[in-house]
């Protein structure tokens, strides 16, 4: 009973949310559907290890991933990034299947001996091309 009153009021809740009303008043589509489809969220959080975020889950510091867990059929699985575990590497090992693709966040490019920094969207952008080959 209460959990039908619960989600009675949720959606009442979303009917009377500013995105739903002005949907509504301009006539406009949904900008999604509300099913759920499987996905990927990748949640990397720069020095957390998988230890210490299991013990944040344990003792209750991190509410909204436990609730992710245990309501929304969301999984965890760990990820052993190796070494260099910069977020260029591990992204490049995790989408491309290329492993140390970038040996740091900032570093010497071997062709010209140029410092660049992986935030530059040029250097970004040509690491990509490489990998997508």
């Known amino acids: 009973m209460i959990y039908r009153m619960e989600k009675l009021l949720r ?8 995105n739903n009303i002005v949907v509504w008043l301009f006539g ?13 969220l990748i949640l990397q959080i720069d020095g957390l290890s ?16 436990s609730r992710l867990l245990a309501q929304e059929h969301y999984a965890l699985h760990s990820l052993y990034s190796g070494v260099p575990s910069s977020t260029p590497a591990i992204q490049g090992e995790l989408f491309y299947g290329v492993r140390g693709c970038a040996p740091a966040f900032r570093f010497k490019r071997p062709q010209d001996d140029h410092a660049v920094i992986m935030l530059e969207p040029g250097v970004a952008g040509d690491l990509e091309e490489q990998l997508s080959q």
Do not use: I, V, Y
């Not at 959606?11 to 949310?17: K, Y």
């Not at 975020?53 to 003792?59: E, I, S, T």
């Not at 209750?60 to 991933?65: E, R």
């Open 28 to 40: 406009l589509a949904q900008p999604f559907d509300r099913q759920h489809r499987r996905g990927l």
């Open 50 to 65: 998988h230890e210490q975020f299991n013990r944040a889950l344990m003792n209750g510091s991190m509410p909204f991933m």
């Open 11 to 18: 959606r009442m809740r979303s009917w009377t949310s500013k």
